[in-house]
Nanobody, 128 residues
Framework: QVELVESGGGLVQAGGSLRLSCAAS????????SGWFRQASGKEREFVAA????????YYADSVKGRFTISKDNANNTVYLQMNSLKPEDTAVYYC?????????????????????WGQGTQVTVSS
């Protein structure tokens, strides 16, 4: 069992930056793959970015590629999402997720069902 706690959300103007953090409760978090998802009001939850257990491989949704960067600090049991050049359409609740054993499916990291553990979410609001 691992608990995830997100922080770093807030209100920012378009073009600004935020860094989200996801702190895990267990040292074994270094063995977990991690991802960030978001859910805008009235919309379904969508994939944003993912990183493998070691931090060597990263994946991004096309909508954030080149603007967002995911990273994993295993020494501090934390995953980060650096968000630059924010747009009003990035407004959503952002969720951190983790799993220990990914399913053997291509592109599994994009599937919310592939993750066993979720944080409570942090609100990001981008004003125009």
């Amino acid at each position: 069992q691992v608990e995830l706690v997100e922080s770093g959300g807030g209100l920012v103007q378009a073009g600004g930056s935020l860094r989200l953090s996801c702190a895990a409760s267990r040292r074994a978090f270094s063995s977990y793959d991690s991802g960030w998802f978001r859910q805008a009001s009235g919309k379904e939850r969508e994939f944003v970015a993912a990183v493998n257990w070691s931090g060597d491989s990263t994946y991004y949704a096309d909508s954030v590629k080149g603007r967002f960067t995911i990273s994993k600090d295993n020494a501090n049991n934390t995953v980060y999402l650096q968000m630059n050049s924010l747009k009003p359409e990035d407004t959503a609740v952002y969720y951190c997720a983790a799993n220990l054993v990914p399913p053997l499916v291509d592109g599994w990291y994009r599937l919310s069902s592939a993750y066993n553990y979720w944080g409570q979410g942090t609100q990001v609001t981008v004003s125009s």
